[in-house]
């Protein structure tokens, strides 16, 4: 018999807790400023583009790439 326990159905307490986790030791880390002010100088770059066509896609709810209307 399986143990319950460790079925995880829609949703995963490990994944969530390790992801917690995570966030919470890169913020402690001092890390967001940093990756904060990356994230700006790739968006004010000739990479900008390509990046604001990947968010525009992303708010658009078509990760697989299935509404070629973008």
Request: glycine residues 12%; positive net charge; charged residues 45%.
């Given at each position: 018999?399986?143990?319950?326990?460790?079925i995880?159905g829609?949703?995963?307490?490990?994944g969530?807790?390790?992801y917690?986790e995570?966030t919470?030791k890169f913020v402690?880390d001092?890390?967001?400023d940093?990756?904060?002010?990356e994230?700006?100088?790739?968006v004010?770059?000739?990479?900008?583009?390509e990046l604001?066509?990947?968010?525009?896609k992303?708010k658009?709810?078509?990760?697989?790439?299935q509404?070629?209307?973008?």
């Open positions: 018999m399986q143990d319950k326990s460790k995880e829609e949703g995963s307490y490990s969530t807790k390790a917690d995570a919470e402690k001092g890390k967001v940093k990756a904060a002010q994230a700006k100088r790739a004010d770059s000739a990479e900008g583009a604001k066509k990947a968010e525009d992303g658009a709810g078509d990760p697989k790439g509404n070629k209307k973008l």
